[in-house]
């Protein structure tokens, strides 16, 4: 079992910063993506970006230029640094991490965080 735990969400105005923290621990044999999704109210869930083990990025969109994310394999640990942020990012974030776990053998798992809220005020 992996869990993931998230911090570094809260309350900012429109242009400011924040910095998103996930953390995975149990029984990790390996990480393979770990990734940051947002989900706004009335909204679907969406991919905001994502990172492999080797460091292959991939971002939304809407966020290209301003988010940043990164990773400390040694730690476990994903990161978000959100720059320049607008009251349309106002969102539940979401980490997801996916890999193999040493439960009764090497098994793939797939976990998410509880999520940490993120408001940007205008």
């Known amino acids: 079992q992996v869990q993931l735990v998230e911090s570094g969400g809260g309350l900012v105005q429109a242009g400011g910063s924040l910095r998103l923290s996930c953390a995975a621990s149990g029984s990790i044999f390996s990480i393979n993506a770990m990734g940051w999704y947002r989900q706004a109210p009335g909204k679907q869930r969406e991919l905001v970006a994502a990172?492999?083990?080797?460091?292959?990025?991939n971002y939304a969109d809407s966020v290209k230029g301003r988010f940043t994310i990164s990773r400390d394999n040694a730690k476990n640990t994903v990161y978000l640094q959100m720059n320049s942020l607008k009251p349309e990012d106002t969102a539940v974030y979401y980490c997801?991490?996916?890999?193999?776990?040493?439960?009764?053998?090497?098994?793939?798992?797939?976990?998410w965080g509880q999520g940490t809220q993120v408001t940007v005020s205008s």
């Open positions: 997801n991490a996916d890999g193999l776990t040493v439960v009764a053998g090497i098994t793939d798992f797939g976990s």
């Open positions: 990172i492999t083990s080797g460091g292959s990025t």
